[in-house]
């Protein structure tokens, strides 16, 4: 009975497992550079959402902003529109979220 018990546990380990890690393998993070064509901070200020227009195919891109760091540059204008951004992001529930969010030329 041990033994029996064993097995199942570990077999629903690995169900666990292989169904987590296919979840985060699929989620797949696109790179995208283009320019800011407009930015909004959220009232709180932790939140930007950004308007990126992509230099490959001239579409419009809304991607939210949430690492602080980035949020800092924005609110000190260091990040404005009309900067080339390199962007790496997710989509999350339907809205891009924001990996990686620095301009091309460095800072």
Request: charged share 30%; glycine share 4%; with cysteine.
């Amino acid at each position: 009975m041990k033994k029996f018990v064993s097995v199942v546990a570990m077999l629903a380990l690995v169900a666990v497992s292989l169904v987590t890690f296919s979840t985060t393998a699929s989620a797949a993070e696109i790179t995208i550079v283009g320019t800011i064509t407009k930015i909004e901070m959220s009232a709180d200020k932790k939140v930007a959402t950004t308007t990126l227009k992509d230099s490959k195919s001239s579409e419009l891109v809304v991607i939210e902003v949430k690492d602080d760091l980035t949020i800092d540059k924005i609110n000190d204008k260091r990040i404005v529109v009309g900067d080339e951004i390199r962007c790496k992001y997710n989509v999350v529930d339907g809205k891009n979220v924001a990996r990686l969010f620095k301009k091309t030329a460095g800072c």
